[in-house]
Structure formats: C-alpha cells, structure tokens
Nanobody, 115 residues
Framework: QVRLVQSGGGLVESGGSLRLSCKSS????????MEWYRQAAEKQRELVGT???????DYAEDVKGRFTISRDNVRNTVYLQLNNVKPEDTAVYYC?????????WGQGTQVTVSG
C-alpha cells in the first residue's frame, strides 16, 4: 500500500524559514515524480513545485527563489524548504505522487506565516 506521511509545518514569522518532509512507502521512490501542493483557506489547491526521479525541479512563479524541493532516495523522503516566507504562503501543504495510474496524497500540514 502506498503511503505518504508528512511532517514539519507550524507557525513561522514573515521572512523566516521552515522545512516540510514527506516520507513515502509502497512505491519505487527513486523513479517517482514527487509534487508539493498547497491550499489556502477558501482557495483552490495549487501546485507549488515538482521534483523528478532524477532530481530535476520546477516551481510555481510565486515561490521561485524562495522555496526548494529536494529528495533523499535512501530515506524515500521528499522535502520542501520554505525560505523568506510571506503571509500569503499560509496554507495547508500537501505532497503528492502518481504511481501506477493513481494519485496518492500526504495528510497535509498547516503552515501559518505571521506578520
């Protein structure tokens, strides 16, 4: 069974940093493209960025230069490093992968930026 278990998140001041983690099981992680999404209150879920199995990354315009996605293929974990956060980054963040035709989501983790 595929599982994505998230950790990290919480309250951070504007301009601060935070790291989210997403540990996978049940997939061949090194082959999987991993994605991070976020959903702010009363808004649609949006793509933050992706990382391919080979490590290539792509980001939404409003997080480029501030957020970094990385992966550890030994720990089967993908990370989202949030730097220089802004109040508009406040959202529930989700990791996701598509494996054998099915979408699998993490449980979500709240990030709240104050100030």
């Amino acid at each position: 069974q595929v599982r994505l278990v998230q950790s990290g998140g919480g309250l951070v001041e504007s301009g601060g940093s935070l790291r989210l983690s997403c540990k996978s099981s049940g997939i061949n992680f090194r082959l999987a493209t991993m994605e991070w999404y976020r959903q702010a209150a009363e808004k649609q879920r949006e793509l933050v960025g992706t990382i391919a199995g080979g490590g290539a990354t792509d980001y939404a315009e409003d997080v480029k230069g501030r957020f970094t996605i990385s992966r550890d293929n030994v720990r089967n974990t993908v990370y989202l490093q949030l730097n220089n956060v802004k109040p508009e980054d406040t959202a529930v963040y989700y990791c996701k992968t598509t494996w054998r035709g099915n979408d699998w989501w993490g449980q979500g983790t709240q990030v709240t930026v104050s100030g």
